[in-house]
């Protein structure tokens, strides 16, 4: 029906638009439906469904045979230090499994015997120990002082510092050889003694542990310390009770870096220890002949050289893996 001025309505006096508004208004929301549904939910990548789908098992069955194929050469070498020269040049290591008869422990007993091979591991610990553990304690203090202290000139110092992360080891070695022979102390000499490589690691390990070590401090909350300093505690305090037992998983990981790289080192003990200060790492290079590997002294001794590693690191791996996922979550 139709109005006075000629509009068309609709029995209940709703303007008539021949059926297209009302459509339009029902397609409407269909459409921003759609839209929004197509938006909530983004397209997954055929990696990602195809991880879905293998499930958490699957993954976790990979990464255990990745593992197991990662320690293949370390189980052969463990297993040629337990055959004798004849049967090494004879096959290889997986003969052991069709001829158990082959292990004996008479490479061991051998290398034991060598007085030279006894000092060498003695020398790896008076290098590794002390190295670790000045670096640790320099470092700490170091890097609660960058973190939480004022003092003048203190953000140029750390950039010095992290600048210094950057200059190889390779650039000093000759500077810092010429610097240890020109020390002379009562008979003393620095270069070729123990004391010369460990004061060389110290060095070349106390940047990237401030480094770490500051980064770390810096993220321990600011009331912990106002309320130590609110209560009396000195800055020595502060440090031993609240920064140390929280700082403890980055502490114990950068004592098991510094640790395995003093322990495994060979370049800085060719160039500055002597036969009599040698480490391990000297004394099997020092083992090589010309024509021959020499596997009946080399691979119980690496093996035994790195049994100390493996152990330290098993020892502490729970701080470890808390240092390495320190701040991941909050």
Do not use: C
Not at 242 to 252: K, R, T
């Amino acid at each position: 029906m139709s109005t006075a001025d000629g509009t068309d309505v609709t029995p209940d006096g709703a303007p008539d638009d021949g059926g297209t508004g009302t459509a339009a208004a029902a397609a409407a929301p269909a459409k921003d439906g759609a839209a929004s549904g197509a938006a909530g939910a983004p397209r997954r990548s055929v990696a990602s469904r195809l991880v879905g789908r293998a499930g958490g098992t699957a993954v976790q069955v990979v990464l255990v045979l990745v593992a197991l194929f990662w320690l293949v050469p370390t189980f052969g070498l463990f297993v040629e230090s337990l055959r004798s020269t004849e049967d090494n040049n004879a096959g290889g290591w997986w003969k052991i499994f069709s001829h158990p008869s082959q292990i004996t422990t008479s490479a061991y007993s051998s290398l034991l015997d060598k007085p030279d091979f006894v000092d060498s591991f003695w020398n790896t610990v008076l290098i590794t120990v002390p190295a670790t553990v000045l670096v640790v304690a320099i470092a700490s203090l170091a890097a609660y002082a960058f973190a939480w202290l004022e003092f003048p000139g203190r953000d140029w110092l750390f950039l010095i510092v992290v600048a210094l992360l950057v200059v190889p080891v390779q650039v000093a070695l000759l500077p810092v050889a010429k610097l240890y022979g020109n020390i002379d102390v009562g008979g003393f000499k620095m270069y070729g003694s123990i004391t010369g490589v460990v004061l060389f690691h110290v060095a070349f390990g106390l940047p990237f542990a401030i480094f770490l070590l500051r980064n770390f401090f810096a993220a321990i909350p600011r009331d912990l310390l106002e309320a130590a300093r609110m209560d009396g505690g000195s800055e020595w305090t502060i440090f031993r009770r609240v920064i140390f037992p929280l700082g403890g998983p980055a502490i114990a990981s950068l004592g098991i870096f510094q640790f395995l790289w003093v322990w495994n080192d060979l370049l800085v003990a060719l160039v500055f220890a002597n036969t009599g200060a040698q480490p391990m790492t000297k004394w099997l290079q020092s083992q090589m002949r010309q024509f021959t590997g020499n596997i009946d002294i080399l691979a119980p001794g690496a093996f035994l050289s790195l049994l100390v590693p493996l152990v330290v690191f098993f020892a502490f791996q729970r701080y470890f893996v808390q240092g390495v996922l320190a701040g991941s979550v909050k």
